[in-house]
């Protein structure tokens, strides 16, 4: 069994039906409304509570910030990346966030976060020289782990290449790369990758990617954080495929007027 910890990942963990919980457990030093309302929450859905008292929290949890609440979940099933290529409404476009080798777990979190906000249909992880999809990654996530769909993969190269031959452009983040993140047109299937923290994409990944993307930087430092960098991106990708297909515009025909 899983643990996940913390309001929120709890709530969404009940919430989102996408795996099996064990229990929850809560505080017995915590009385109030919110953690009232996850306890109503798991009696309406039909989830076992216990009463603990907090250290037996901290001991399970491996810290302190579970905030009174955490849950005995089955442990979570990745998908493939067939998986993820299931159909979409017509005229829609799909796009995906693919992680070359972030390893701390709160940026793993953020970007899970940032990702479902901005309608990303999937994220795609390493299963080597990448963070885990901890408590602690749903804790940081919001509990928005618990709703988007993620995908392990052996080779994140070969993973890629699958994905080009279905017609999906592979967008790599680099800060050497050309044109602006904002000069390209997301209207397309896509995928963006984001490299490691410090280090970026390898250069294998780099290889395979159809375009590098910059975000054009006006201060002394060259990049930002590859959470930060990765939200800039994936809103500007929303942004787009949100604003209305531009009318065509007729020629007009000429008139013919006196002497014509």
Same mark, same amino acid.
Request: net charge positive.
């Given at each position: 069994?899983?643990?996940?910890?913390?309001?929120?990942?709890?709530?969404?963990?009940?919430?989102?039906? +996408?795996?099996?919980?064990?229990?929850?457990?809560?505080?017995?030093?915590?009385?109030?409304? #919110? !953690?009232?309302?996850?306890?109503?929450?798991? #009696?309406?859905?039909? %989830?076992?509570?216990?009463?603990? =008292?907090?250290?037996?929290?901290?001991?399970?949890?491996?810290?302190?910030?579970?905030? @009174?609440?955490?849950? $005995?979940v089955?442990?979570?099933?990745? /998908?493939?990346?067939?998986? !993820?290529? #299931?159909?979409?409404?017509?005229?829609?476009?799909?796009?995906?966030?693919?992680?070359?080798?972030?390893e701390d777990?709160?940026?793993?979190?953020?970007?899970? #976060?940032?990702?479902?906000? *901005?309608?990303?249909?999937?994220?795609? $992880? =390493?299963?080597?020289?990448?963070? =885990?999809?901890?408590?602690?990654?749903?804790?940081?996530?919001?509990?928005?782990?618990?709703?988007?769909?993620?995908?392990?993969?052996?080779? !994140? %190269?070969?993973?890629?290449?699958?994905?080009?031959?279905?017609n999906?452009? %592979?967008?790599?983040?680099?800060?050497?790369?050309?044109?602006?993140?904002?000069?390209?047109?997301?209207?397309?299937?896509?995928?963006?990758?984001?490299?490691?923290?410090?280090? @970026?994409?390898?250069?294998?990944?780099?290889?395979?990617?159809?375009? &590098? &993307?910059?975000?054009?930087?006006?201060?002394?430092? +060259? +990049?930002?954080?590859?959470?930060?960098?990765? *939200?800039v991106?994936?809103?500007?990708?929303?942004r787009?495929?949100?604003?209305?297909?531009? =009318?065509? %515009?007729?020629?007009?025909?000429?008139?013919k007027? /006196?002497?014509?």
């Amino acid at each position: 069994m899983e643990v996940l910890y913390g309001l929120h990942p709890v709530e969404e963990a009940i919430r989102s039906g +996408s795996r099996r919980l064990d229990h929850v457990i809560v505080s017995r030093e915590r009385k109030d409304e #919110r !953690l009232e309302g996850v306890i109503q929450l798991c #009696r309406s859905q039909g %989830v076992r509570v216990s009463i603990e =008292p907090k250290e037996q929290l901290t001991r399970l949890a491996k810290t302190d910030a579970h905030q @009174g609440v955490l849950a $005995l979940v089955k442990e979570r099933e990745f /998908l493939t990346v067939e998986d !993820l290529m #299931r159909p979409k409404p017509d005229g829609e476009y799909r796009f995906f966030l693919a992680l070359d080798g972030v390893e701390d777990p709160h940026n793993l979190g953020a970007l899970i #976060r940032t990702a479902d906000g *901005a309608g990303v249909d999937g994220v795609i $992880l =390493p299963e080597r020289r990448s963070a =885990p999809v901890t408590g602690t990654v749903a804790k940081t996530s919001a509990g928005a782990s618990e709703h988007v769909r993620i995908a392990r993969v052996t080779n !994140l %190269v070969r993973s890629l290449e699958q994905l080009k031959q279905k017609n999906v452009w %592979v967008l790599g983040l680099d800060e050497r790369g050309s044109p602006d993140y904002m000069d390209f047109d997301f209207k397309t299937d896509c995928v963006l990758v984001l490299g490691r923290e410090g280090a @970026g994409l390898h250069d294998l990944v780099k290889k395979t990617c159809d375009h &590098l &993307l910059r975000i054009p930087m006006a201060g002394m430092v +060259s +990049s930002l954080n590859v959470s930060v960098a990765g *939200a800039v991106v994936m809103y500007e990708a929303m942004r787009q495929r949100r604003m209305p297909p531009e =009318p065509v %515009v007729k020629p007009k025909k000429k008139l013919k007027g /006196l002497g014509s």
